[in-house]
């Protein structure tokens, strides 16, 4: 089945405690994408990569850091995460660049930083 | 700067009635637009995508319209079921930025029996 996967599913840690949230797709996508969600803003993307070794940042990148070594993998990491971190985080890919194609999206990760 | 905003912001209707849901942008060059629909605490999913040649494009009880000349998007639900409620995302994307996408707040649409 293709899909997008992200784990964990849901997340609570403490100020300043090193997480990182994995994402992988089974697609053979060259495009992803970290978004996260929060009440009233809508999604905002926070880093995304054209292909492998190829990342750029987003609209609200700061506090997040992103790597792609591999083609189905883009994780997400919070080297020091803070309380307002605390967010609904979504993956997603697609074929070549967003505009090209549908994105598929991730069940979503839930994230709380006390 | 890129912008898209989408009103009303939440709709209540009976189920069976139809509705549309509104999506104006900003974005330039323009490349495609793009709706979804996305259930309480999931990913979204795509229901309709179109590009500037396209002026309407329908998936099921969706119908997506487009014009762009005046920048404008309407998402049309027909004879609404309970399984509509959801919110409704407009996402524009501009051709000289292949990365990036501009997204819309949302409308939520509540469908009561």
């Known amino acids: 089945e293709a899909q997008v996967t992200q784990n964990p599913r849901y997340l609570i840690t403490v100020t300043g405690k090193k997480l990182t949230v994995t994402c992988s797709q089974n697609?053979?996508?060259?495009?992803m994408s970290w978004y996260r969600q929060d009440p009233g803003l809508g999604l905002r993307q926070i880093y995304y990569?054209?292909?492998?070794?190829?990342?750029d940042k987003g609209d609200v990148p700061e506090g997040y850091k992103v790597s792609r070594k591999e083609k189905r993998n883009f994780p997400l990491i919070l080297e020091s995460p803070s309380p307002n971190q605390t967010s609904l985080y979504f993956c997603?890919?697609?074929?070549?660049?967003?505009?090209?194609?549908?994105?598929?999206f991730g069940p979503g990760t839930r994230l709380t930083v006390t | 700067k890129n912008q898209v905003e989408q009103s009303p912001q939440s709709l209540i209707i009976l189920e069976g009635k139809n509705c549309t849901l509104q999506c104006n942008y900003t974005v330039s060059p323009f490349s495609n637009l793009r709706w979804y629909k996305q259930d309480t605490g999931r990913g979204p999913v795509s229901l309709t995508i179109?590009?500037?040649?396209?002026n309407t494009k329908s998936n099921g009880r969706y119908t997506a319209t487009l014009d762009a000349d005046t920048k404008q998007s309407s998402l049309h639900i027909t004879a609404s079921q309970l399984s509509d409620s959801a919110s409704y995302i407009c996402?524009?994307?501009?051709?000289?930025?292949?990365?990036?996408?501009?997204f819309g707040d949302g409308t939520t649409l509540t469908v009561k029996p």
């Open positions: 179109m590009t500037f040649s396209e």
């Open positions: 697609m053979n996508h060259e495009y």
């Open positions: 990569s054209m292909n492998v070794e190829v990342t």
């Open positions: 997603a890919s697609s074929p070549r660049e967003s505009w090209r194609g549908e994105q598929y």
């Open positions: 996402v524009v994307s501009a051709s000289t930025n292949a990365g990036k996408s501009t």
